[in-house]
């Protein structure tokens, strides 16, 4: 595995990216909708550094990928729609590589009648994803290569590195 990203810039990021997030909703009714399980280690920073009052957050669970490739096929848990009427969403993704996983769902959420839908992604696979999605708040660009660490798994592996990595072999 080669070092992509570190921890410390890592952190960096993530305040600059609460800080943006922060000028965007403050004073305003926001749900952070964390996708699990990939999401779960950014969320987890970038709530915490996110001083906000009326802030609520939810998690969906959603899955797209076998091994390294997209199934093509995504799967997504049922949500309970009545929570996110009235709100600002915020859609906490770790990354979005062809954007089948968020265009999907987008398109649930839409249903339960949000007042906005946005997205924050700490990684986006800009040459795959080609403008199908846009992505409001990015934590950075990553190469069309595979990806772990900082909550981003290989069959379940390596979401508890607080680095992030590519793996050797791509
Ligand atoms: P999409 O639907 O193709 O945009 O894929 C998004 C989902 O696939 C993300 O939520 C990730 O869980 C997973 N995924 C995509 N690329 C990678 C990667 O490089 N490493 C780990 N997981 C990935
Ligand atoms: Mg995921």
Redesign the pocket.
């Known amino acids: 595995m080669k070092e992509f990203i570190d921890e410390k810039r890592i952190k960096q990021r993530v305040s600059e990216l609460a800080r943006e997030i922060y000028a965007a909703y403050q004073g305003m009714p926001l749900t952070c909708v964390v996708?699990l399980k990939?999401g779960f280690v950014f969320a987890s920073d970038l709530i915490r550094a996110l001083d906000m009052h009326d802030m609520e957050v939810e998690f969906v669970r959603?899955s797209?990928?076998k091994g390294r490739e997209?199934s093509g096929s995504?799967e997504i848990l049922p949500v309970d729609a009545d929570k996110f009427k009235n709100r600002h969403i915020l859609i906490i993704?770790?990354?979005?590589?062809?954007?089948?996983?968020?265009a999907s769902f987008i398109n649930i959420l839409k249903k339960s009648d949000p007042v906005s839908i946005k997205i924050c992604a700490f990684l986006e696979?800009r040459q795959i994803?080609n403008g199908r999605i846009k992505v409001n708040f990015l934590g950075f660009e990553?190469p069309s290569?595979?990806?772990?660490g900082y909550g981003?798994?290989?069959d379940e592996k390596y979401r508890n590195l607080p680095s992030l990595y590519v793996l050797e072999s791509d």
């Open positions: 996708i990939g959603i797209s990928y997209s995504v993704e770790d990354i979005v590589d062809t954007g089948l996983t968020m696979k994803n990553a290569k595979f990806i772990v981003l798994d290989y």
